[in-house]
């Protein structure tokens, strides 16, 4: 069984994900545990689930995962600046397992950027990182 992304595996998910995501608005952001994430994308009458797990895996899912009592304060501050915005992007950075998701466009565009290597991080940044 297969424990992490490739990059050749990064690059079939995305090209899997961006029909179906792009141009959803994103509903919530919910935490499963410290390096685990759930967005809840919407475009009425679409809905779907993405899961991103740091140093891992991202896709999509369906499964009904278990949210954390009270969200984390990475979590809220995804919800303060991603909530409402559509998803304008996704791809991989060259050939790295790096994958760069923008919400919005311009100057109110944010970048959730995922490392899936080693540990991984998951970081957001505003449009002029």
Same mark, same amino acid.
Do not use: C
């Given at each position: 069984m297969k424990t992490r992304f490739s990059?050749?595996?990064?690059?079939?998910?995305?090209a899997e994900l961006r029909p179906r995501l792009l141009g959803m608005r994103v509903a919530n952001v919910y935490d499963v545990?410290?390096?685990?994430?759930?967005?809840?994308?919407?475009?009425?009458?679409?809905?779907?689930?993405?899961?991103? $797990?740091?140093?891992?895996?991202?896709?999509?899912? $369906?499964?009904?995962?278990?949210?954390? $009592?009270s969200p984390s304060g990475f979590s809220m501050k995804c919800r303060k600046h991603l909530r409402t915005r559509r998803v304008t992007e996704m791809k991989q950075l060259g050939d790295d397992r790096i994958v760069d998701l923008a919400f919005g466009s311009g100057e109110a565009c944010y970048h959730l950027i995922l490392e899936l290597y080693d540990r991984g991080n998951l970081v957001l940044t505003d449009h002029a990182y």
């Open positions: 990059s050749f595996d990064i690059q079939v998910i995305l545990d410290s390096k685990t994430y759930l967005l809840k994308l919407a475009a009425p009458p679409n809905k779907a689930m993405l899961l991103i $797990e740091s140093g891992i895996r991202i896709h999509s899912t $369906e499964y009904d995962w278990p949210k954390g $009592e």
